[in-house]
């Protein structure tokens, strides 16, 4: 295994020396790209530094600059070093059209990569695709990345809500059959999505409830689903929200088996906001699409901690942490497959010709005609305080499509770090 890291880390030092010749992809010249220099591209994001959604999410953009500083310090992309520059936006939408104007129109920045939040988010599509930027990987699971035709410029990176919900659906069909399941919600097209997923397998839920993040509160929708008897409830939530559930439940004396999206299920994250009350969450099933953490024997574990140890400050090494550099992995990979002479339409041809290789269980989806991220979900499980995968990967759509188990792909790139052609 020793000698599997060393590969690794020797193949992404290759990816990140990257090639000497152009690479394909760009149209134009490099010479007039906002953000692009001989030596340098600048990529920008919005991020929950503050906020209600702070818990966890903040670890993400160190995470991913971290990666970035690891890749500029082995060379950079074509001789390019990569500056990320991040804008707090609170998870508040008013926020994010402010600051991706200003890394827009004042940081002159290439693209907007991996910027947070399905409420957030939605707000900026038409401003970016007006001003022409590539907008790389968002995260959040919405459908409304996956819109080629409308926003040619917007690619997703999480598996989408739907995809989830059914994955996780098809879970709760196959082991609590005849229990009666409900749902809550975050009040936006995260919760609307996940819901529209569950309800694809098992028709409709016994009863359904929603929150909003400026209100930190859900006593009176546990309340309810109490009443209503509810044996599983599933959750479309943010970590906070996964906290207050689940502690506001236990307050209450409810005890249904929690079912929860992936973007609010790290136990590291959720278990650090419910304190001394975090046994709770044994037991708790979820989903992911990148390696766990505590896979000590994964390469990309392995690399990722040395990275983090090296460029982040050796911060506490969680799955935000992984998300962060997987999606600093992704961009380095469509950096270097787009050429040399870097273009925002060379980078967005790059990421739909796809071909990407990395840490994830299931395929990218990226296509001329899917602007989607990831593809599906394993399964996991809270036992001992640590999230466990069991079960094998499953593969879907957002539509009527087939839960399908998928055999993982391979976890190591190519022996010279470039993906395929």
């Given at each position: 295994m020793k000698r599997t890291a060393t590969a690794l880390l020797a193949a992404v030092v290759l990816l990140a020396a990257g090639c000497s010749d152009d690479g394909g992809g760009g149209t134009g010249s490099s010479a007039d790209v906002p953000g692009v220099t001989d030596s340098e591209v600048v990529v920008g994001t919005h991020m929950p530094m503050t906020g209600p959604a702070a818990a966890g999410y903040s670890k993400i953009s160190p995470a991913t600059k971290a990666y970035f500083d690891f890749v500029n310090a082995n060379g950079g992309i074509h001789g390019r070093k990569i500056t990320y520059k991040v804008k707090d936006d609170g998870y508040n939408p008013a926020n994010t059209q402010t600051v991706v104007r200003e890394l827009v129109l004042q940081d002159k920045v290439f693209a907007i990569l991996n910027g947070l939040g399905t409420p957030t988010h939605t707000g900026v599509l038409d401003f970016l695709k007006t001003n022409r930027v590539p907008d790389l990987f968002v995260a959040s699971g919405s459908r409304s990345w996956n819109q080629p035709d409308k926003y040619p410029g917007t690619f997703g990176f999480n598996p989408d809500y739907t995809v989830e919900g059914k994955i996780l659906a098809t879970y709760v069909k196959e082991n609590h059959a005849g229990k009666k399941v409900c749902f809550l919600g975050q009040d936006d097209d995260f919760g609307r999505d996940s819901l529209a997923g569950?309800?694809?397998?098992?028709?409709?839920?016994?009863?359904?409830?929603?929150y909003v993040t400026s209100n930190p509160n859900v006593g009176p929708q546990m309340g309810n689903l109490k009443s209503a008897g509810c044996e599983v409830v599933m959750l479309a939530t943010v970590p906070g929200f996964t906290a207050l559930s689940i502690?506001?439940?236990?307050?209450?004396?409810?005890?249904?088996?929690?079912?929860?999206?992936?973007?609010g299920s790290d136990p590291t994250t959720v278990g650090k906001a419910l304190g001394a009350a975090a046994p709770l969450l044994e037991g708790v099933v979820a989903a992911n699409y990148l390696p766990l953490t505590t896979d000590e024997a994964n390469p990309w574990i392995q690399l990722y901690k040395k990275v983090n140890t090296e460029y982040n400050g050796n911060a506490e090494f969680d799955n935000n942490i992984v998300y962060?550099?997987?999606?600093?992995?992704?961009?380095v990979q469509a950096l270097q497959s787009a050429g040399k002479d870097l273009t925002r339409d060379g980078i967005i041809q790059a990421v739909q010709k796809n071909g990407f290789q990395g840490p994830g269980l299931v395929p990218l989806r990226f296509s001329a005609t899917d602007h989607s991220g990831y593809g599906g979900q394993q399964l996991t499980k809270v036992e001992g305080g640590k999230a466990v995968f069991f079960g094998t990967p499953y593969t879907t759509d957002d539509g009527d499509g087939p839960v399908a188990p998928h055999q993982p792909q391979a976890v190591t790139p190519p022996q010279n770090g470039v993906p395929a052609a």
């Open positions: 569950i309800e694809k397998i098992l028709g409709a839920v016994v009863a359904k409830e929603s502690g506001t439940a236990a307050k209450i004396a409810f005890k249904p088996q929690f079912v929860v999206s992936n973007v962060g550099m997987s999606v600093a992995y992704l961009f």
